[in-house]
């Protein structure tokens, strides 16, 4: 009998526990602002032209990658992705779109885990379409490299990589 007595949804799903709940909202809040910060953080640096703009420079999209580079060929790159509606400002206006879905949901009484489920969908797929438009650019400057430039820019990159092991 104590079975027959089981709160549900309207859909006849059980109801969340209030502390799953609670704790289910909490992991998803984390997890969707801190993706929603290093996709903001990417676009946006990209969008203003900070993100390779030499030493000190903002680099977070290619990394060890853009650090690499010379400030030209970083200059060309950053160029290169802003002219791209994903990430220039359409990409911003997509992100800020993003960020208010996730209040409105995160705030909706009742709760609902299946709407910030799809909201962190949706940011996973833009951030996955951002990160491979940075790649194809990266690829496309690479190979236009002649061999020495691609030497130079190896052992650059080598350099990059053991000084953060060091870390």
């Known amino acids: 009998m104590a079975n027959d007595t089981k709160q549900t949804?309207?859909?006849g799903q059980p109801k969340p526990t209030k502390s799953g709940s609670r704790s289910l909202r909490i992991a998803l809040g984390v997890s969707l602002a801190f993706n929603v910060l290093i996709v903001g953080m990417i676009a946006g640096g990209i969008a203003s032209g900070r993100h390779m703009s030499?030493?000190?420079g903002f680099s977070a999209d290619l990394g060890p990658f853009a650090r690499?580079?010379?400030i030209g060929e970083r200059r060309g790159l950053?160029?290169?992705l802003r002219e791209r509606p994903e990430i220039g400002r359409e990409g911003i206006q997509e992100l800020g779109r993003i960020q208010q879905a996730f209040i409105d949901a995160l705030s909706a009484e009742p709760f609902d885990?299946?709407?910030l489920a799809r909201i962190f969908e949706a940011?996973?797929?833009r951030g996955v379409k951002v990160?491979?438009?940075?790649?194809?650019?990266l690829l496309r400057r690479i190979g236009s490299m002649n061999p020495q430039q691609r030497q130079?820019?190896?052992?650059?990159?080598?350099?990059e990589w053991s000084t953060r092991d060091d870390d």
């Open 54 to 56: 030499g030493p000190g």
């Open 113 to 115: 885990p299946s709407a």
């Open 131 to 137: 990160m491979q438009i940075g790649q194809d650019a």
């Open 78 to 80: 950053s160029r290169e």
């Open 9 to 11: 949804t309207g859909e």
């Open 152 to 159: 130079d820019f190896a052992r650059r990159l080598a350099r």
């Open 68 to 70: 690499a580079m010379s």
């Open 123 to 125: 940011e996973r797929q």
